[in-house]
């Protein structure tokens, strides 16, 4: 049965590389959490991110995707929840004050500050699952890449293949700067790099709220 939807995985595939190598707020939040918390708490967060996806894939095969698609008001509140919580993460990174984030050097090597895996991987999750430039890109791939004739298991297996890449590709992120050296050098200026984050954070929220 898998065999012949190929071409359709493939061309699903490579339209969701693209969008999740592309920098968004999944990005600034799992550099941040690798950043500031060590790679530990950047793996739980990507962990989180992946998960995430889940949800989008959900509601999508459940038909509730089509009912925002069909249904204006909903897919307003949809985005203005997302974007609220998106901007909701901005303030609170914009709102770093000097030594808030700074973590300790040990041995030339900094230190991992406290964060438990279940606090990293709800903020991966959250940022995931609520932002609504997601939902409208499950809206456009499973109406205009995935046939609707594509049987249900064919259709799960797709929505397991994006989680597994979201998950591994943020982890790959996450190891990148949650190395000693890369650690040292953001922390070293940490309420500004909180800051930075915060920045772009509330950008993509305002982004959201605006785009067509």
Request: hydrophobic content about 55%.
């Amino acid at each position: 049965m898998f065999a012949s939807y190929w071409g359709e995985f493939l061309s699903l595939a490579v339209v969701h590389l693209l969008a999740v190598v592309a920098p968004g707020p999944d990005f600034a939040v799992a550099v941040r959490q690798s950043v500031r918390f060590g790679r530990k708490a950047g793996i739980y967060t990507s962990l989180g991110i992946g998960a995430g996806i889940s949800v989008h894939v959900i509601y999508t095969l459940i038909g509730v995707g089509a009912l925002l698609h069909t249904t204006p008001w909903l897919m307003i509140a949809a985005k203005w929840l997302g974007a609220a919580y998106i901007f909701y993460l901005g303030v609170k990174f914009l709102a770093s004050k000097p030594g808030s984030a700074a973590g300790v050097v040990t041995e030339g090597k900094p230190e991992e500050m406290k964060q438990s895996p279940r606090q990293a991987f709800v903020i991966g999750f959250m940022t995931n699952a609520t932002n609504p430039k997601a939902t409208l890109f499950f809206l456009a791939v499973f109406t205009t890449i995935v046939s609707a004739q594509t049987p249900l298991p064919v259709q799960l297996f797709y929505g397991a293949w994006m989680c597994l890449v979201n998950a591994a590709w943020f982890v790959l992120v996450s190891v990148a700067f949650s190395t000693a050296a890369v650690r040292q050098r953001f922390l070293s200026a940490s309420h500004w790099f909180e800051r930075a984050m915060g920045v772009l954070l509330i950008g993509f929220a305002l982004r959201l709220l605006f785009m067509a």
